[in-house]
């Protein structure tokens, strides 16, 4: 090969990467790929015969009519390695090979049997040893994706990142095309299934309960004050365990009532609440937890900071939640908020270690998860108490 040959086929290879950066680089099947043109909208096929040893072919001038290996197919080879290099060096085989599931039969004896290809992404396929039943393994959430996807869409939208950001995020490093939409609806299904799991466990609280509300904005919902509704929290003091989530459009005694009588059932009973200086609270206590006989349970009317009874970490864990909000813009109606708010504070229980306690608030109130992969462990634990609940 001549020096010139050789610049030629260096400048082609950086022209590759540079569309391959760009993300124009489409793969339909191990052996069909659609590369953009560099100079008009339109996009080249590039091919490869099937169970043959010839060579890849595309469709643009360049390799119609000189017969070399053009960009496009450069921009194949160098997709073709990205995508072994992140299947080689990720866990994703580990961490469906560790699942605990079965077959519908009860048998766990299995084995693999190949892939189904799917639009998104291939998904490991499994047989049965005892009946022959061919299946794939939905950790629960019924998707045609991976484990590993899911979880880390999951991740990745609770730490701030935008729906359509964590879409272009799969695309780029895990070849896993989905739309924004089909993120929103695994993060709903996770709260489906994984919220009444979370909420029969009975935390070890330390007894000091903060309560607080705030506005959010949820934009189909209207009344007085806008498209805006009040969001109640509680958390235990010593364990910063968020045990309540309540979205309201009114902050009356009712209301207030409804959240306390809610952390009763989540909760152990208090040594004392703790809240500002909104009436609700004075009155929805002495409905819920005054007691006539000891051990009575205090009431901490909190109103500065020159007062007793400080309410500020309640009021860190509103400014945690504003955060997530923000990028957000609000939320769509106040059932979707309800539901959204329960996966995020199953992730703030679970999933985000404190940085005051050092550890996740359910480690420190004797509900750690264990395995490395949090969000999947949940998702298991769901399952099994599904199947252990009485019908």
Known sequence: ?????????????????????????RRVTSVHYKVKSQSSDSWYDVT????????WVCTCPDHVYRKVDCKHIESVYVSK???HKIIVNSDSDEIDTNLEFSCKCGSTNFK??????????????????????????????????????????????FKGVSLRQIRQHLLQFYGVNVTHVAIYKWIRKFGEVVTPYVDQLVPNTGGVYHVDEMMVHVRKEQHRDGHYQ??????????????????????????????????KRKAPMPSAIVHDGLHSYTKAYKKEFRKLKPPYIQDIRSISVRKKGLNQKIERLNGIFRDREIPMRGMDSKESAQKLIDVYRIYYNHIRVHGTIGTTPAAKAGLAV??????????????????????
């Open 81 to 83: 390695e990205l995508r």
């Open 48 to 55: 490869h015969p099937y169970k043959s040893d010839g060579n």
């Open 112 to 157: 693999k049997d190949g892939v189904r290809n799917n639009k998104a992404c291939q998904i490991q396929r499994y047989k049965c040893v005892e009946c022959g039943k061919r299946f794939c393994n939905n950790i629960g959430l019924r998707s045609k994706v991976s484990a590993k996807v899911i979880t880390a869409s999951l991740d990745l939208y």
């Open 1 to 25: 090969m001549t020096i010139t040959e050789r610049t030629i086929m260096t400048a082609r290879e950086l022209k590759a990467l540079s569309i391959v950066g760009l993300n124009q680089v």
């Open 370 to 391: 264990q395995g490395e992969n949090k969000w999947l462990t949940l998702i298991q634990n769901a399952g099994k108490n599904m199947v252990q609940r009485p019908t």
């Open 230 to 263: 009040w969001l109640w929290n509680l958390m235990d003091s010593a364990t910063r365990y968020w045990i309540t989530s309540k979205i309201t459009q009114q902050k009356t005694v009712e209301e207030a009532r409804a959240v306390f009588q809610d952390a």
